[in-house]
């Protein structure tokens, strides 16, 4: 079976990065930090992709798969590293409550709900959030 462990807190990793960019070499971090320098390399690689390919905006559906909480992980993965528009279809969603607080605490910077204006509530909630980037 597969060793599992939790993912490092974003700014740890990107401490490291950091470091690595600035000149110390993944072997020399690992003797300071616990990832191995494969994950060091791997990080700082993905770095450089999402400097080099960042989007403006994400819209993120939040039942993907069509598991409710699949949209959750998919934000926390993120890692507030862009600005992130929430489309939901669920009509039980807590808009100014707990829902929202944790969806906001993972990254997102607005709310979208599915139906039938949602094209033009989507378009003006996407210009908002790239306004205050």
Not at 19 to 37: D, H, I, M
Not at 47 to 72: M, Q, Y
Not at 92 to 119: C, P, Q, S, T
Request: charged share 35%.
């Amino acid at each position: 079976m597969p060793r599992t462990r939790p993912s490092y807190p974003a700014e740890h990793k990107r401490r490291i990065i950091e470091l690595a960019r600035a000149g110390r070499t993944p072997e020399s971090l690992v003797k300071q930090f616990e990832p191995s320098a494969p994950t060091i390399r791997q990080w700082v690689r993905q770095a450089d992709l999402d400097e080099e390919h960042r989007p403006d905006v994400i819209v993120l559906d939040l039942g993907l798969e069509g598991r409710a909480d699949d949209g959750k992980r998919v934000l926390a993965r993120l890692e507030h590293r862009f600005p992130v528009v929430i489309l939901t279809g669920r009509t039980d969603f807590d808009l100014y409550g707990g829902d929202w607080r944790e969806l906001e605490a993972l990254g997102a910077r607005g709310l979208v709900i599915k139906g039938l204006a949602m094209e033009a509530e989507l378009k003006a909630k996407v210009e908002s959030v790239l306004a205050s980037a």
